[in-house]
Structure formats: structure tokens, C-alpha cells
């Protein structure tokens, strides 16, 4: 069945600890995004990445690190530095060449929470 | 870089009625703008897409307009039903770059 996985689904942490999200796609595309969703301010670009070894920051990326070692997977580490990461991260990928549609495949998302 | 804004924050319709969303992009280099769909606890979802070269989209009940020359695009939902409740966001790009997507619209659909 293909599709994207993220996970955990949720996530509790204390604050001053670092967490990495995790994204994997089996889709075979190129492209893969993390976005941050807070209620009323949409989606927000954290990082993305158009090829393995590479990478963008996107609006949001203070306090987040990505790596593309395989182009199945994405992970995101929110740092400490993050000053408030309570929120729902969403993982996406696409297209990036060939037969370009455009639209973006969600993952089901990951609800962080620091306590 | 690339700011979407999205009108309204919420919209009441009753049911059958039309439902517009209005969006307005600020780089004139974007040249595909999507439009998601999240129902409650879901992930977003495309439902409908269009690219610069091309005015207008339809598909069934639902159809985007795109005016390059104002940067600004709608989406247009008539015939109104329950299961069209959800937020729905715009979204622009430019090629293969990244995805800006506006702040979304909550429609509710009272039957």
C-alpha cells in the first residue's frame, strides 16, 4: 500500500529535550516537505528537500534539523531551541520531475507536545 | 519570497448554497496553485488544481478561477452538502520549488 508514514502519532516531551519526527514515503518521489500546523496559521514550511543529500529551509526552520540520506525518508528533529514546539508537524512529499502532477501526498501527521 | 493570503478565516453557508474562497498571492514567478481539503483529524487533501497558463478549472461541483494579472485565485463551491464541512486551504508554487500555503478558511455547511 503505498503512502507516506509519519510517526510517532503522538509525541509528549520535557522541555530542554531534543525529539525527531519520523517520515517515510514509499512513493518513489523526489520531493518531500515538513509543514507545522497551529490553529489559524495554515500550514507553515519548516524544510524541504528536492533530492537526497539536499535541503532548504523553509519559513519556520529556527530550531529544526532535517537530513535526506535516502529518498524514502525524511526525519525531523525539533531542537531545544525551538521556543514552542507544541504543535501538529505534517510530512508531505511529491513529484519533482517526469510525469509532474504537482500535488502534494500528507502524511497523517504528528502531535508534539512539551509538557 | 512567496505570501498567500486567504479570505475568510470562516465561512457559514446553508446547504445548497454556493461557497467562495478568495486568495492572493504576492509572487508573480508562481505558476501552479492548488487548493486542500482537511476534515476534522484527516490530512489534507487535493481536491482541485490549476496553472497559469489556464483561467479556469471545473470539476463537478467545484471550480477555481486564477487572474494572473491581480494575483488572485477562488475556489467556487455551488450546491453546497454537509460533507463539503471542512477547513480548505490555497496553496502556490513555483515549479518544483516550495509550496506557500495560505491560512485556510473553515467552512461550515449547515443542512
Known amino acids: 500500500d503505498g503512502g507516506i508514514t509519519q510517526s510517532p502519532k503522538y509525541l509528549f516531551r520535557k522541555e530542554g529535550q531534543n525529539v525527531t519526527l519520523s517520515c517515510e514515503q514509499n512513493?518513489?518521489?523526489?520531493?518531500m516537505y515538513w509543514y507545522r500546523q497551529d490553529p489559524g496559521q495554515g500550514l507553515r514550511l519548516i524544510y524541504y528537500s528536492q533530492i537526497v543529500n539536499d535541503f532548504q529551509k523553509g519559513d519556520i526552520a529556527e530550531g529544526y534539523r532535517v537530513s535526506r540520506e535516502k529518498k524514502e525518508s525524511f526525519p525531523l528533529t525539533v531542537t531545544s531551541a525551538q521556543k514552542n514546539p507544541t504543535a501538529f508537524y505534517l510530512c508531505a512529499s511529491r513529484e519533482s520531475s517526469g510525469a509532474y502532477t504537482g500535488e502534494l501526498f500528507f502524511g497523517e501527521g504528528s502531535r508534539l507536545t512539551v509538557l | 519570497g512567496e505570501n498567500v493570503e486567504q479570505h475568510p478565516s470562516t465561512l457559514s453557508v446553508q446547504e445548497g448554497d454556493s461557497a467562495v474562497i478568495k486568495c492572493t498571492y504576492s509572487?508573480?514567478?508562481?505558476?501552479?496553485f492548488p487548493w486542500y481539503k482537511q476534515e476534522l483529524g484527516k490530512r489534507p487533501q487535493l481536491i482541485i488544481d490549476?496553472?497559469?497558463?489556464?483561467g479556469e478549472k471545473k470539476d463537478q461541483r467545484i471550480a477555481v478561477t486564477l487572474n494572473k494579472t491581480a494575483k488572485h485565485f477562488s475556489l467556487h463551491i455551488t450546491e453546497t452538502q454537509p460533507e463539503d464541512s471542512a477547513v480548505y486551504f490555497c496553496?502556490?508554487?513555483?515549479?518544483?520549488?516550495?509550496?506557500?500555503f495560505g491560512t485556510g478558511t473553515k467552512l461550515q455547511v449547515i443542512p
Open positions: 490549476i496553472r497559469s497558463n489556464v
Open positions: 496553496a502556490a508554487s513555483e515549479g518544483y520549488q516550495k509550496v506557500t
Open positions: 509572487d508573480s514567478a508562481s505558476n501552479y
Open positions: 512513493l518513489n518521489h523526489d520531493a
